[in-house]
């Protein structure tokens, strides 16, 4: 007869209150209610940069190459799923030297999918007007989100066309500081061609140097101008040699950017992965708390079912095992010669 090996009474105590400890939590699993938590909530204003150099494929985007807009879509995407809820999220576009609002900010939960699609169809060719006067864009926009009490976010990639005038930054009329934010450069280090377009919107090729303004002769020569061929003080203040200061390539400006986040108080930042951009809005956000139902019911019925797990499935296994240790060994029968 086989030998069953009995249980240890230790061990049958142990089954008794894991099944009743299961038990207990299933239960409250069912009785429990909601509790009330406070959380952080953030809001934020959102304005991108839709003028032609965005257009520039020097990002990458989920192994892909891919235009820094597309870069900033998918970032400014992942970006809102990320947000807690009760968060809001506004977004606008910037051209020429001002932004537009498409909608002021709006819970991103309950309009995760509005706000999807409308980052989804930003595109170049909303923009009204050909030029990039990036830094009037952004004192612009700061104008704008003061009276929202929230965030700035300003994606850029800091290209100004025309080039600044030898002077240097338009002055900021606001208070630096004022509007919590972040300008987002979104362009990479090195130096590409700009894309060109017909008029029907068709990439036909890169810019060349005679396609773009090289120099920006608005207002007053720079002092050495009555050094250059051909200055003359009327007809040619600028003097008539042709510049080349590589306006037709483009990559990210940071000293710019970061020269005009001094200016105006703005956190300047590289737009890298979603992560990291929610951990830079975060760090410069003011935050409010909101009062939220929290549902804790999921933590007891799963602490329920590691029981059970512990019940059903780990102690046999182990009883198993110690039955085949115990069992004896079979006895080597004596061959006779």
């Given amino acids: ?150 965030t700035l976010l300003f994606f850029t990639d800091g290209h100004e066309a025309p080039p600044l005038p030898w002077t240097g930054l338009p002055a900021f009329e606001g208070e630096a500081g004022e509007v919590p934010g972040l ?24 810019m060349s140097a005679t396609d773009v303004l090289q120099e920006n002769r608005s207002g007053a020569p720079p002092p ?19 510049v080349d200061n590589s306006e037709h390539m483009t990559s990210v400006k940071e000293d710019h950017l970061k020269e005009i986040a001094t200016q105006t108080g703005l956190t ?4 890298q992965s979603s992560g990291a951009l929610l951990r830079d809005l975060t760090a410069v956000a003011q935050p409010r708390d909101v009062r939220v139902a929290a549902d804790i019911r999921p933590y007891p019925a799963g602490l329920a079912f590691l029981l059970l797990i512990v019940l059903y499935g780990v102690l046999p296994l182990r009883e198993r095992i110690g039955r085949r240790r115990h069992q004896p060994k079979p006895a080597l029968k004596e061959v006779l010669p």
């Fill in 268 to 271: 300047y930042a590289h737009l």
């Fill in 183 to 206: 300008l987002v450069a979104s362009a990479g280090k090195t130096l590409v061609p700009l894309p060109k377009f017909d008029d029907a919107g068709r990439e036909i090729g890169t």
């Fill in 1 to 150: 007869m086989s030998r069953r090996l009995a249980v240890p009474p230790a061990l049958g105590a142990l089954r008794f209150w894991l099944l009743a400890a299961a038990f207990a939590l299933a239960a409250a699993t069912l009785l429990l209610p909601r509790v009330t938590l406070t959380r952080k909530a953030y809001d934020a204003m959102a304005f991108v940069d839709v003028t032609a150099s965005m257009n520039t494929r020097d990002a990458v985007v989920r192994g892909r190459p891919a235009s820094r807009m597309d870069l900033v879509k998918d970032r400014l995407t992942a970006l809102v799923a990320q947000l807690p809820c009760q968060s809001k999220l506004g977004l606008g576009i910037f051209t020429a030297r001002r932004v537009f609002v498409l909608f002021e900010p709006i819970e991103v939960c309950e309009n995760f999918s509005s706000i999807d699609s409308a980052i989804r169809a930003l595109d170049w060719r909303m923009a009204w007007e050909g030029d990039s006067y990036v830094t009037l864009g952004i004192h612009d926009a700061l104008a704008v989100v003061k009276p929202l009490d929230a």
């Fill in 224 to 242: 050495d101008a009555s050094s250059r061929p051909g200055w003359h003080p009327k007809w040619a203040p600028f003097g008539d040699m042709l």
